[in-house]
């Protein structure tokens, strides 16, 4: 058996001995980046180029023997670890070819930013593994396939914007697993299903942007019962059902567009007495009631848009007080009685839309006196009167008039030749009579059409009058 000392300093030795490699190991390890060898996103760069075909030139800079990568052109290096890449900024860069699986590897990227380019093909499964991307717009591109469910492993992710390609397929229901996301916008594409009920759920969802795609269903429930949300855009779609009571009654929508579904039901109460909304657009569906009357008057709302549904019943007076109204749009409905007189007092209103209803009665004076009036759409009903015969300077904004088909009579008033703006007048078959008056110094009109009527030529001045009106 060894004497104690001299196992003692075995022991020792070997102490010394394990300490020295132990410390040897932790130099070596700290200066190796074990997220990324010193040039992993150097070589992943160059993958990226080289399956983009780069037209305008504008990855001229991008070139194999240059170190200087966060100096190119559309890339952004982190401050604190310069030579890791964190954006992608490639907007408009002319590109085409397809996003290749490589971008992955830039484990450190936030941001990709590649809309109105030109690229190709799938999106990626690998982007699921950029677990800081926060990020992400491929919109105005031809790219296929379906969106990878993989985008749901990206837990920052803020946005998503892919509108504007030709994906296919559904919307994954796990990205509402992306509980940051505050705009989702898919626009745009061909993706069919429904609107996955998650999503409503998601406590920072702002936007909402779907439209023009295939999808079919009901929205959610869910959808507007948080408070963060300010747009849904659910535009040429095949969506049924009715306005979800949750989304009739958010206090921070300002934009609602579901224009051109197979919506039904009647229009919540709660819709048109909003606090929040600016745009409420319904056209196009199957809505059915009557159009629910305002109980206050500070509504911020600037665009009604009902066109094209069953609506019945009368308008309500209480229209008037939407002092913030720049359009009011309610043609191709049930509408009966008489036009409100305050419509008329809508100070800002810029277009009017009541054509292809049951009104009757005369047209308020009000109407005729809106200056800002750029549209004034009251044909296809059965109102009667005459036209007043300044018309031409209580309407000096007025463009496009459409009187057609009713029960107007009395001589088309000469004024309208004031009116420079215009670029349409639709007066027939009406009872108008008397001679047509000389619009000849109406620069930009374009369409008259005064057919159906009691009219006279007189000495036809009036016809050859038109041909200044070089814009017909």
Same mark, same amino acid.
């Given at each position: ?53 780069? %037209?305008?030139g ?8 240059s170190?200087q990568?966060?100096?190119?052109? *559309? ?6 670890r ?24 830039? %484990? ?28 992400l ?12 469910? %993989? ?7 803020q ?24 705009e ?8 069919n299903?429904?609107?996955?009920? *998650? ?48 989304l ?16 039904d ?6 819709l ?51 002092s ?10 049930n ?49 009667? *009167?005459e ?6 300077? %209580? ?60 009219l ?6 009036f ?10």
């Amino acid at each position: 058996m060894a004497p104690l000392g001299t196992l003692s300093s075995s022991v020792l030795l070997a102490t010394v001995l394990l300490l020295s490699f132990l410390l040897s190991f932790l130099v070596l390890a700290s200066s190796l980046d074990t997220r990324a060898p010193p040039n992993n996103d150097l070589q992943t760069l160059l993958c990226l180029k080289a399956h983009l075909s780069d %037209t305008a030139g504008q990855l001229a800079s991008w070139k194999n023997d240059s170190l200087q990568f966060c100096s190119w052109a *559309g890339v952004r290096c982190s401050k604190r670890r310069t030579s890791r890449v964190v954006a992608l900024d490639l907007g408009s860069f002319e590109l085409n070819g397809q996003i290749p699986a490589c971008i992955a590897n830039l %484990t450190f990227l936030a941001r990709i930013h590649f809309p109105n380019n030109q690229l190709s093909g799938p999106i990626p499964r690998e982007l699921g593994q950029l677990n800081r991307l926060q990020y992400l717009n491929l919109s105005s591109n031809h790219l296929s396939g379906v969106i990878p469910d %993989t985008l749901s492993s990206c837990s920052r992710l803020q946005i998503i914007d892919l509108g504007g390609n030709s994906l296919q397929g559904v919307i994954p229901p796990n990205l509402s697993q992306c509980l940051n996301l505050e705009e989702l916008v898919l626009q745009d594409n061909s993706l069919n299903g429904g609107i996955p009920e *998650g999503l409503g759920m998601l406590q920072n969802l702002s936007v909402l942007h779907l439209a023009g795609n295939s999808l079919m269903g009901k929205v959610p429930l869910s959808l507007g019962c948080k408070s963060s949300l300010t747009a849904v855009v659910l535009t040429n779609n095949s969506l049924t059902g009715p306005i979800p009571t949750c989304l009739a009654n958010s206090s921070s929508l300002q934009v609602l567009d579901l224009t051109n579904n197979h919506l039904d039901g009647e229009i919540p109460h709660a819709l048109l007495n909003s606090r929040s909304l600016k745009k409420i657009s319904l056209g196009l569906n199957k809505f059915v009631g009557s159009i629910p009357a305002l109980s206050h008057v500070d509504s911020p709302l600037e665009h009604l848009i009902l066109s094209s549904n069953n609506l019945s019943g009368a308008i309500p007076s209480s229209l008037g007080n939407l002092s913030s109204l720049l359009r009011l749009l309610l043609a191709y409905n049930n509408l009966e009685g008489s036009i409100p007189m305050s419509i008329g007092k809508i100070p800002n209103l810029q277009a009017l839309d009541l054509t292809h209803n049951y009104l009757s009665g005369t047209v308020p004076t009000s109407l005729y006196n809106m200056s800002t009036l750029t549209y004034l759409g009251i044909g296809a009903n059965n109102l009667e *009167g005459e036209i007043p015969h300044n018309i031409g300077f %209580t309407l000096p904004s007025i463009k496009k008039i459409f009187f057609l088909e009713n029960q107007f009579h009395g001589q088309i008033p000469a004024s309208l030749a004031n009116a420079t703006n215009l670029m349409v007048i639709d007066l027939r078959y009406n009872s108008f009579h008397g001679i047509v008056p000389s619009l000849g110094s109406l620069p930009n009109l374009q369409e008259l059409n005064l057919g159906m009527n009691q009219l006279e030529a007189g000495d036809w001045s009036f016809l050859s009058s038109l041909a200044n009106c070089t814009r017909k």
